[in-house]
């Protein structure tokens, strides 16, 4: 290259080093700029101007610093910079709505935002410093911000035992439970029934094919003129448990001939004298007596009929047991009368009590059921099945195994196909990419993705085998929090130690009494030492509470101390035998040790503490404004007419003391009485002695079932 | 060629600026029931759904367990005893009667029931039973669900005053 061109491509050189450093410096310029700019330094700033505009300007800077500020928990794997942005997290002045976000006070709750950072709960992305970034999901952090409506699913990932705070997920969890969903996924945590689903080895014998057809092809048996199913439209419990399954005509026909011939043990004669039945059958008032057997006997304190009254039709009663307003026209009769005799000779797991039935009684109602608790048209809009051919009982073989009815029927001799469904142990860690949404126009993420499937499983995928359940709203967040609550064991062995396991409870009592005790399935409704129902009073303590006298006639003839409630224990026509065994064993067992029936003297009462005693119930604390005696008083608490024959004086002075030691969730506030009103108060209660009334009427009990609800 | 250098200056300038100042994601209006702990059906208006804090939905919680009894005229179990009391008590959401009454009054009288307060011995003391946090949870409560609804005090020179 010569001499003088060299020099002529410095010049050129020079201008665009030249240009090129001011390029250079613009774009240095703007660096500072853009950090100067940075979101989380805007929020910072402005949280200063706000903080100087208040009074408590002090305060609420005490801890402010210009930088990110973080979090940082190693035990339990959190690094979060959300109180870079989020900085009055922690300053009670700033607790009102008024204050902008993202500067208001975190409200009140039992954990301390320092000591556990937010993502534990409120999950999103705890490093992030960009708004989007920390709460949405984006290419780069998948997990987004948890909605508040679902919280209690985080409170859920470390406790689980049931907690009172978190109604929702405890019922979410309940509705996992209810409706079987472990029969086909694993759910960790989630109890799995003694009985899923019924047995069907059986069924053939119990219900017809049509019958079986029609249930597969729509199990809601109540659905009203418009094809609107408004009665079961609210409450799931009020559903039957068996969902609906996407099933064609040659699937039903398959299915309902498979199960008709289930019938591997004939039903047992019913062992009532042909003749006394004649003679029964022609009383005319037979069935009208039959229905109130079936309602003093308080059948629908488990079962559920459909009334309806001024055009509007309800299910009333309780949701333990199927709902049977259409029964007649489902069950063969002989099959019934076997079943109400002995339920566990064809359901060895069902929880119907074996009742003690007169031939005549069970001869009534059985009568009663198969004539009025019918649907003459249940049928009609099945095809006339008849006898199944050898194919179809094949291809219903088949299909039970690969629809997986199996999973949560049992048939002898049948394996059901093992882990049917997905997985859901760690449902709620999976990312918006791992799932499948398929032409679902939803938004991609978890909670969507989890409600699109409950709600109607075939739109995100339209090969799904899962059935279809029909939630109302409240059910269907309480259902996506218990799954969102499953993110699987804790990832550290530091939030391993936060666990709060579940308790694992049970009473199984042996000998006589557990032998009683199952035959009537006492824990169905009781608590006992925290096993068993809660419709009823918890009876962990009933030895110390009642006398042996007033349990054998309660037994016996159970009646009403709690005049509100529509659900009451059912008759059970209990022997003498079973009476005594029942209340011997309480009285000696179930014992509290603060009240020891034989620790208090009944002669220390005199008649002058007794007219205390009445002052003070009727004037000092107005017991009567819960308690009832005679016709007069409030009905919160029992009825306390017959205390006297019905509570120990030792329950008596202890439950005066201190009424949560005994019944811990009781709500009887717990007063402070001196020692000389206990006694007083317990000395009026003694004398309150009523007799037994006879049986209610048929009218008031129907009066009663007309209220809906249930309690204590 | 000096103003060809320029432009091209200028361009780089906007196109570096644009880089810095991205857009920033539109939030999304925030739905308040799916910000809420949990929800109360206003009992005067049924179309009206009240968000609830945390402290607030354990209020609701203990209310529905031991107020509801009295203080309202529906309870889970049917009918109320409220209409059994004479004088009859307040429900919980009359704001007419209770928005006017201080947070102190209101958990004194919780706390140390209707006679220690000159009220009617009917209504009984919970303070051996329910804690502070409790009774405060009920209170907060009791503000959400207030018909017509309850305004904090101003108080002058207090720190929800503003300026």
Redesign the interface.
Known sequence: MPAEEMGKLTNRTRLIFAVSSVVFLAVLAISPFKDFRREWKQYKRSYLRFAQSRPDTKKLLADYRPDIDQIWLPGMNVVDRCTTCHQGITQASLADKAVPQPFRAHPLIPHNVRDWGCTVCHRGQGPATEVAEAHESTLAWEQPILPIRYIQASCGTCHYDDLPQTPQLTRGRDLLAELNCQGCHRLPGIERPAMLGPDLTNVGVKVSREWIYKWLKEPRTIVDKDGNVTVNGYETEEEPRMPKFPLTETELRGLSGYLSVQKAKAVAPNKIDARVVTAWSRNPELISQGELRFRQMFCSTCHSLAVTRAGETKLIGGDIGPELTKVGSKVNPDWLIAWLRNPQGYLPHTRMPRYGWSDEDLYKVTQYITTKLTDSDLLTSVPQLGQPTEQEIQLGHRLFLEKGCASCHSIDGLNPQKDFGPDLSTIAGKNASDLEFGAAKVPHNLVAYIQAKLQDPTSVNPAARMPQYNWNQSDLDAITTALLSMKGPPATSASQNLVVPRKEVAFHPTGSFGEVYERYKCYTCHKFDGYGGDLAPDLTFEGSRAQRQWLVDFLKNPQTLRPTLILRMPQFNMSDRDAATLADYMTMVLQHPAANPTAVDAKQFTPAMVALGKQLYEVKYQCQSCHTIGGTGGYVGPNLSNAGGWLTPAWIEAWLRNPQALVSDTIEPRRNFTEDEVRALTAYLRTLRQSIKPQKTASTTAKHAATQGAGR | MKFH?WI??LL??TL??AA??RK??E?AKADP??????TEVDWTDAQHVIPL???Q??GK?IFY??CV??HADA?????S?RS??TPVPPLLNDGATLNAESDEYIQNIITLGG?AMGK???M???G??LST?EIRSVIAFTRAIAQPPYQ?PARA?S?????
């Open positions: 250098v091209g200056v780089l300038m570096a600026g810095g100042c920033r994601g939030t029931l799916l910000a809420a702990y949990d804090s945390y402290q939905a354990q919680r367990q031991q009894w009295c309870t889970p179990a049917g009918p005893n059994n009391l006679t009617s011995a009917m009984p003391p919970y051996r039973m946090e904090l020179g720190q929800y005053s503003g300026k």
